[in-house]
């Protein structure tokens, strides 16, 4: 038997007994992340809150990154109510909450923590017109974190999109930052973050994108020669449980879980910029001939002129995700969606 066919029998063996393990005293939470990562960190808590208000008799289970299967699998076995919590990027719910890649878009949320930190809890727009998106897939959405500024990985400094031209940037799977990196003038190169080490060691890709703490945990600064911030967004991670199992707890139950998240959202916030800053100084320290670039103002601009050729992608990629008889609303509902999060960063500023 193959490693490869050993963990699918082990991921199948976990899935069936997530449906007949008792239900009344143990909840289930999948990341798409590990420990140590920023969704374990509000995992950890999150299950530490729940254990303390209940005295011990409701315990959470956290799945890590693969054990369930894919992001998209997670996200599936929580609208299905196998499991109870999920956290995942707001990327991977493309395909169950198309309008959630609103938070994809760069320079969308831009730069500045208490900002972006006070839009993604407590948005109208999100928390009133987005969130009903999730209800209609069995998902309620419960709050989003920022896990730090998204930096660019790369063999050179890339101040332009001229400097993009001919560079090959692995990127996540999904439509909006695909399509983000060929405004800039890449080569967007889609990729599983478990190939993205060889590939940039073998040069079959020249750059990516992600936060500090992760690019550091992956090792990825050993294989790159420059870091560069761009103030473009952050990489924001969203939290949801089984909507009809929700609204079937006790009403002391249902208080428990939000005041378990608060406290989990709270650690993860703290977590990541210390996690961040932390990881900075690691690499640093670890390679001190890599080179940090910080994008100027004006040099920001042009790619944030850019990215608003991207909204229209925004309103397509939602569009088609519905039938015929609902693409026309449905391109209208995405575009009130991004000018309602826009306000709500105007007003959070």
Do not use: C
């Not at 999948?30 to 950890?44: H, L, N, P, R, T």
């Amino acid at each position: 038997m193959t490693n490869f066919t050993r963990k699918l029998l082990s991921s199948a063996v976990l899935i069936a007994g997530l449906a007949t393990a008792a239900a009344a005293d143990t909840w289930k939470f999948a990341s798409e992340e590990d420990k140590g990562d920023v969704q374990d960190i509000f995992a950890q808590a999150f299950a530490d809150s729940i254990k303390e208000q209940s005295d011990g008799d409701i315990k959470v289970r956290i799945y890590y990154y693969g054990q369930l299967g894919t992001e998209n699998d997670i996200v599936e076995l929580t609208s299905k109510g196998t499991v109870q919590f999920v956290s995942v990027g707001t990327g991977h719910l493309g395909s169950y909450v198309p309008e959630a890649q609103v938070l994809d878009l760069p320079y969308v949320l831009g730069g500045d923590t208490d900002v972006i930190r006070k839009v993604l809890t407590t948005s109208p727009t999100i928390y009133e017109g987005l969130s009903e998106k999730f209800e209609k897939v069995n998902l309620k959405l419960l709050t989003m974190i920022s896990e730090g500024e998204m930096a660019w990985g790369a063999n050179k400094p890339i101040r332009s999109p001229e400097d993009f031209d001919g560079q090959k940037i692995r990127t996540f799977t999904s439509t909006i930052p695909v399509e983000t990196y060929k405004a800039f003038g890449a080569n967007p190169t889609p990729l599983s973050w478990g190939e993205v080490y060889g590939a940039l060691q073998l040069k079959t890709v020249d750059g990516m994108v992600n936060p500090v703490y992760f690019i550091y945990n992956a090792k990825w600064h050993e294989v790159q020669d420059y870091l560069i911030f761009p103030g473009q967004q952050p990489y924001v991670g969203t939290v949801s449980t089984n909507s009809e199992w929700f609204s079937g707890l006790p009403a002391e139950q249902q208080e428990m879980v939000r005041t378990a998240i608060a406290a989990a959202e709270q650690a993860a916030h703290d977590y990541q910029i210390s996690i961040n800053a932390e990881n900075m100084e690691k690499i640093k320290a670890e390679r001190p001939d890599l080179e940090v670039v910080v994008l100027t103002e004006e040099e920001r601009a042009v790619f944030e002129e850019l990215s608003t050729t991207l909204h229209e992608t925004f309103y397509t990629v939602v569009e088609n995700a519905y039938g015929d008889a609902e693409k026309a609303s449905a391109r209208d509902g995405a575009k009130a969606i991004l000018e309602g999060v826009l306000a709500d960063v105007a007003a959070a500023n």
